[in-house]
T-cell receptor
Framework: GAGVSQSPSNKVTEKGKDVELRCDPISGHTALYWYRQSLGQGLEFLIYFQGNSAPDKSGLPSDRFSAERTGGSVSTLTIQRTQQEDSAVYLC???????????FGPGTRLTVL | QKEVEQDPGPLSVPEGAIVSLNCTYSNSAFQYFMWYRQYSRKGPELLMYTYSSGNKEDGRFTAQVDKSSKYISLFIRDSQPSDSATYLCALLDNAGNMLTFGGGTRLMVKP
């Protein structure tokens, strides 16, 4: 079956621009997670969605970052006024429900010039 | 001190060797343990998932958890050049909201 998909695979933007990253989770998975992977920081949690509950935004690094999940499926991570330190690989994962195995997508590599 | 410690390597072994990869953690709230393999410029691929102390085997891979020592291991038997990748341990607490990752160990298996 289809795994987690993410788009775009690569995104190059200029400092100050807004970007949107998309995640399509595995069909039927109720939990969706965003992580960020950078050279200096490793893999860090950003935000978590579970069903219709309010998302856990505790990992978002600043108020320039936001995410939404529509219809309990597709999610979009938005970064406003991008900065060079936002350059990283943004990974999405989904699981059937919390405490289950999390399956990752291929990631979006974001480069802010 | 990080919540999850993992030797970054690189770990270089000859083909056919048994590989041992390890993580230590400090928070006893972690109850679920996963190992991921990540090839360069790819997303992490789930290898093993365990939630109790002891061993779990899947093909050439064995995951071992010792909750009393807060120590987890992944063993790879008969290692192959295709096993060359970065291996990440990832831990989950009962709230299940997020994985806490080790920094990853880079493994190189030489033919």
């Amino acid at each position: 079956g289809a795994g987690v998909s993410q788009s775009p695979s690569n995104k190059v933007t200029e400092k100050g621009k807004d970007v949107e990253l998309r995640c399509d989770p595995i069909s039927g998975h109720t939990a969706l997670y965003w992580y960020r992977q950078s050279l200096g920081q490793g893999l860090e949690f950003l935000i978590y969605f579970q069903g219709n509950s309010a998302p856990d935004k505790s990992g978002l690094p600043s108020d320039r970052f936001s995410a939404e999940r529509t219809g309990g499926s597709v999610s979009t991570l938005t970064i406003q006024r991008t900065q060079q330190e936002d350059s990283a690989v943004y990974l999405c994962a989904s699981s059937f429900f919390p405490n289950n195995e999390q399956f990752f997508g291929p990631g979006t590599r974001l480069t802010v010039l | 001190q990080k919540e999850v410690e993992q030797d970054p390597g690189p770990l270089s072994v000859p083909e056919g060797a048994i590989v041992s990869l390890n993580c230590t953690y400090s928070n006893s709230a972690f109850q679920y343990f996963m190992w991921y393999r990540q090839y360069s410029r790819k997303g992490p691929e789930l290898l093993m998932y365990t939630y109790s102390s002891g061993n779990k085997e899947d093909g050439r891979f064995t995951a071992q958890v010792d909750k009393s020592s807060k120590y987890i291991s992944l063993f790879i038997r008969d290692s192959q050049p295709s096993d060359s990748a970065t291996y990440l341990c990832a831990l989950l607490d009962n709230a299940g909201n997020m994985l806490t990752f080790g920094g990853g160990t880079r493994l190189m298996v030489k033919p």
